[in-house]
Nanobody, 115 residues
């Protein structure tokens, strides 16, 4: 089992920045991909960014050039640095971990971009 706990959400103005954190615990040695997804009201959950255990990253088209995913293996934490935020980035952001044993999700953290 893997447990994921997100933090760092909140209200931010358009054009601002915010950093999300996701702390992983449990059977973390088996994780091969960590990622962030988001879901806005009335929309499907979508990939925001992912990072493999070899630090290969990928991003959703809507966030490329604005968001950066990174990981700190010593702290078992993955981060999502979000810059140049737009109102359409408003959503619940979920941390995700993939391992041979299954897919795991955090509880989600709300990010609201509004003036």
């Amino acid at each position: 089992q893997v447990q994921l706990v997100e933090s760092g959400g909140g209200l931010v103005q358009p054009g601002g920045s915010q950093r999300l954190s996701c702390a992983a615990s449990g059977s973390i040695f088996s994780i091969y991909v960590l990622g962030w997804y988001r879901q806005a009201p009335g929309k499907q959950r979508e990939l925001v960014a992912g990072i493999t255990n070899r630090d290969v990253t990928n991003y959703g088209d809507s966030v490329k050039g604005r968001f950066t995913i990174s990981r700190d293996n010593a702290k078992n934490t993955v981060y999502l640095q979000m810059n140049s935020l737009k109102p359409e980035d408003t959503a619940v952001y979920y941390c995700n971990a993939a391992s041979p044993r299954g897919i795991y999700w955090g509880q989600g953290t709300q990010v609201t971009v509004s003036s």
